[in-house]
């Protein structure tokens, strides 16, 4: 369910931060393994055999089926890509798309106050 936590931000549907807006910079604060027994994405109950793996972009906690991709984040000290669940995936790569196709406007937007 969505709704605000004021540890952890604004939770999307599926337990995601929701800010599409930009490309978050700092690693965001885990939530602690005693405090889910569900995967935030398909709901599953976690037990031995299911495992807990944290999403290195949300924070949230998902079993391995939905945390089954992985991105280059630069706010981790890993060198290489890094678990993420689906909608993290999905959301940094849209971003990182935005941002590629973004023209850069240095010289346009100067403007001659003489």
């Known amino acids: 369910s969505s709704g605000i936590n004021a540890e ?4 999307g549907v599926d ?3 929701n800010d599409i807006a930009h490309i978050r910079q700092e ?9 889910v027994d569900r995967c935030r994405g398909c ?6 055999l299911k495992r807990k793996h ?3 972009y949300c924070g949230q906690i998902f079993c391995c089926n939905c945390t089954g991709k992985s991105a280059v ?5 890993a060198r290489g890509p890094v678990r993420v669940c689906d909608t993290c995936y999905s959301q940094y790569n849209l971003l990182l798309a935005q941002q590629q196709n973004q023209p850069t406007n240095s010289h346009q937007d100067q403007h001659d106050i003489s």
Request: hydrophobic residues 35%; negative net charge; glycine residues 6%.
């Open 27 to 35: 690693p965001p604060i885990w939530v602690p393994d005693s405090e």
């Open 54 to 56: 944290h999403c290195r």
């Open 73 to 77: 984040l630069s706010f981790t000290k």
């Open 15 to 17: 337990g995601c931060v």
């Open 43 to 48: 709901e599953e109950q976690f037990s031995l």
């Open 8 to 11: 952890y931000g604004v939770l």
